[in-house]
């Protein structure tokens, strides 16, 4: 499985972006998808996670309420859209795969890891 994160670029302060994950092979419906950011001169965070199905999904505290993870089976995209963003949501964003529980991703579990794609929040 290949992943490809876009839909990244520069937004104000309380904006919307949407960025997605496209993928190549046929397994990708079957796995949990998340996203992971990393800001300049920090470590990498966990965003979000989604099961294989959509039907469970798990937020980090700091994006919770504001951003949404969700999938496309049927076009082996994944989602996530962010609105009343922040300037702590700069970061380079990217998205991840794999055969395991979505929670796992929240460990860092996982088997397939995209490029990523730039956020700038200006404020």
């Known amino acids: 499985v290949q992943l490809q994160a876009s839909g990244g670029g520069v937004v104000q302060t309380g904006d919307s972006l949407r960025l997605s994950c496209a993928a190549s092979g046929r397994t990708f419906s079957s796995y949990a998808m998340g996203w992971f950011r990393q800001a300049p001169g920090k470590e990498r965070e966990f965003v979000a996670a989604i099961s294989w199905s959509g039907g469970s999904t798990y937020y980090a505290d700091s994006v919770k309420g504001r951003f949404t993870i969700s999938r496309d089976n049927a076009k082996n995209t994944g989602y996530l859209q962010m609105n009343r963003m922040k300037p702590e949501d700069t970061a380079v964003y990217h998205c991840?795969?794999?055969?395991?529980?979505?929670?796992?991703?929240?460990?860092?579990?996982?088997?397939?890891w995209g490029q990523g794609t730039l956020v700038t929040v200006s404020s």
């Open positions: 991840a795969a794999g055969p395991y529980a979505y929670y796992r991703l929240l460990e860092g579990k996982y088997d397939y």
